[in-house]
């Protein structure tokens, strides 16, 4: 099964402060993403990676920045916290090509985190 | 841009019972791929059922069958015989079969079902 982790399930942090949000996963797949999930927005994409050291912004990359730095390890950086910030971040992988599974997002337990 | 539209914020359902959400979505593309995913309390996204659009027959996963009228631009999901455990946030996703940006996953805003004994 495909196995995707997040770092921290709850985190408190002070505006102004530097977040990582790290993210992990075990199946070797060339994709990678970001998700914030806000109550009656749905999921929304902040940031995206296609390979190692690639990476593309999504629909709201702003005051965020990612880094992909091994295939396995996907992370989300908030360089100064604010309290709009407040949201639950969902990171995700996928395999790339047609067929059974594959291009299937498979998301990790997600991120609560607030900004004080 | 593809927009995901789930019209349907909360539904219940009695237990045993046949339960239908509905997702419609906006496309130029021909070829793309569909999803529904269900995240329960533990707020991980699970994946329910895909489509690929190029398929005529709708994609079937034990309890779960789509809908798929790809003219209407529709992908209704259908849960049969109800149980306490797909009481969940339901939602449905669009994904592009091209490269670049598109590959990222478009929701819609979800659709909360209960399931009442």
């Known amino acids: 099964d495909v196995k995707v982790t997040q770092s921290s399930r709850y985190l408190v942090k002070r505006t102004g402060e530097k977040v990582f949000l790290e993210c992990v996963q075990d199946?070797?797949?060339?994709?990678m993403f970001w998700y914030r999930q806000d109550p009656g927005l749905g999921l929304r994409l902040i940031y995206f990676s296609y390979d190692v050291k690639m990476k593309e912004k999504g629909d709201i990359p702003e005051g965020y920045s990612v880094s992909r730095e091994k295939k396995e390890r996907f992370s989300l950086i908030l360089e100064s916290a604010s309290t709009n910030q407040t949201s639950m971040y969902l990171c995700?992988?996928?395999?790339w090509g047609r067929g059974e599974r594959k291009e299937t997002q498979y998301f990790g337990p997600g991120t609560r985190l607030l900004v004080l | 841009a593809q927009t995901v539209t789930q019209s349907q914020p909360e539904m219940s359902v009695q237990e045993a019972e046949t339960v239908t959400l509905s997702c419609t979505y906006d496309?130029?593309?021909?070829?793309?791929?569909l999803f529904w995913y269900k995240q329960p309390p533990s707020r991980q996204m699970i994946l329910v059922i895909r489509q690929e659009a190029y398929k005529q027959q709708n994609a079937t996963e034990n309890r779960f069958s789509v809908n798929f009228q790809k003219a209407a631009k529709s992908f209704s999901l259908k849960i049969s015989d109800s149980q306490l455990g797909d009481a969940a946030m339901y939602f449905c996703?669009?994904?592009?079969?091209?490269?670049?940006?598109?590959?990222?996953?478009?929701f819609g805003s979800g659709t909360q079902l209960t399931v009442l004994p």
């Open positions: 995700a992988s996928s395999l």
């Open positions: 496309t130029s593309e021909s070829d793309y791929y």
């Open positions: 996703a669009y994904r592009s079969t091209f490269s670049g940006s598109a590959r990222q996953l478009t």
């Open positions: 199946m070797d797949h060339e994709n």
